[in-house]
């Protein structure tokens, strides 16, 4: 049985939902600014190639986070546009499952870089 999509298109698909979060997830941008400062900070402080690559996986989880969260909330307006106890409570999981991620990427972000930040402020 043949696919009626190319596998190209499923780049495609996939670039366009990643633009759809940019364009309408507030939350989305910002993790995306924050990645950006967090990069180049790992630039400037030299990091190990070993702490960035915790610095990206961290990155790449609480970004595909907050995809799963706007995929979750538009499904749910769309099969529930009233509000329902079961609806909340999956936007509500979903947006839940972005803040463990983006606590914990704080946390991540203060161990891979405490070191060179007080090695840096006190020269």
Known sequence: MRSRYRWSSSF??????ITYGLKTQRNLRVHVVCAVLAAGAAAFFHLS?????????????VIAAELINTAVESVVDLTSPEQHPLAKAAKDTAAGAVLV???????????LFYDPVTAWLSK
């Not at 495609?12 to 939902?17: C, D, L, S």
């Open 101 to 111: 991620c983006a606590i914990f990427a704080v946390i991540i972000g203060i161990v």
């Open 12 to 17: 495609r698909y996939a670039f366009q939902g």
């Open 49 to 61: 190639a070993v702490k960035w690559a915790i610095l990206l996986l961290t990155i790449a989880v």
